[in-house]
């Protein structure tokens, strides 16, 4: 396995344009408690943290019960069915066509729950040969901590410093750092430049088939 070009992706704002279905239902859950909404743009200061920073977004100011309650509901409304407007961004599917190709070790970490990783793995992405696939789980600590990461590339046999780490926020460049891995950051996600290259971004790509360049290389 050494030797192989490896990839890590973030998930949300990478892969995926998750953005109106996540602020879709979590609207829906604050308009049932009579709590203010938010605009769908102002969501994507919100997530990048998985469940517990959204919540903590979206109700600055409100009591550990509601947030506990709008959590519990959140997760019910996001899990009755897989997203209508949720996809990949335009040039992923051509970018990891190319990356089979090229046989290299592909994995997903992501701070949304696992299951709900499982599940947009084993819809959107089920074609691909992701080996290792990881969402927020109770024991393991999110991102940026960059444990999880560290654990992919030993699963690989893998070196850190030579794994492609590539995300849209300052929670994915800073576990890249952490972890000691390439950060490429992505400018069609969630977040903007500045935010990237102030957390360490070794990269910053325009389209999917950017990243093609980098690892060539």
């Known amino acids: 396995m050494a030797g192989k070009?490896?990839?890590?992706?973030?998930?949300?704002?990478?892969?995926?344009?998750?953005?109106?279905?996540?602020?879709?239902?979590?609207?829906?859950?604050?308009?049932?408690?009579?709590?203010?909404?938010?605009?769908?743009?102002?969501?994507k200061?919100?997530?990048?943290?998985?469940?517990?920073?959204?919540?903590?977004?979206?109700?600055?100011?409100?009591?550990?019960?509601?947030k506990e309650e709008v959590t519990n509901r959140f997760k019910v409304i996001y899990d009755q069915k897989l997203h209508s407007k949720t996809k990949p961004y335009d040039g992923i599917y051509e970018l990891l066509d190319e990356l089979e190709k090229l046989n290299c070790n592909l994995a997903i970490l992501s701070n949304k729950p696992h299951e709900f990783t499982i599940q947009y793995k084993d819809t959107l992405f089920k074609?691909?040969?992701?080996?290792?696939?990881?969402?927020?789980?109770?024991?393991?600590?999110?991102?940026?901590?960059?444990?999880?990461?560290?654990?992919?590339?030993?699963?690989?046999?893998?070196?850190?410093?030579?794994?492609?780490?590539?995300?849209?926020?300052?929670?994915?460049?800073?576990?890249?750092?952490?972890a000691g891995m390439i950060a490429i950051g992505v400018l069609w996600g969630f977040r903007d430049e500045k935010e990237l290259k102030e957390n360490g971004a070794d990269f910053l790509v325009n389209h999917p088939l950017d990243i093609l360049d980098i690892i060539k290389k």
């Open 127 to 178: 074609n691909y040969s992701f080996k290792e696939i990881h969402g927020q789980k109770k024991e393991v600590p999110k991102k940026p901590n960059p444990i999880a990461a560290i654990n992919i590339a030993k699963s690989f046999d893998v070196p850190c410093e030579e794994i492609y780490f590539i995300g849209d926020t300052m929670v994915d460049m800073q576990t890249a750092k952490n």
């Open 5 to 43: 070009k490896t990839i890590i992706f973030d998930l949300d704002g990478t892969l995926i344009d998750s953005l109106e279905d996540i602020a879709v239902c979590m609207n829906k859950v604050l308009e049932e408690l009579n709590i203010p909404t938010h605009k769908i743009e102002d969501y």
């Open 45 to 66: 200061y919100f997530v990048g943290g998985g469940i517990s920073v959204l919540v903590e977004n979206a109700l600055k100011g409100h009591s550990e019960d509601i």
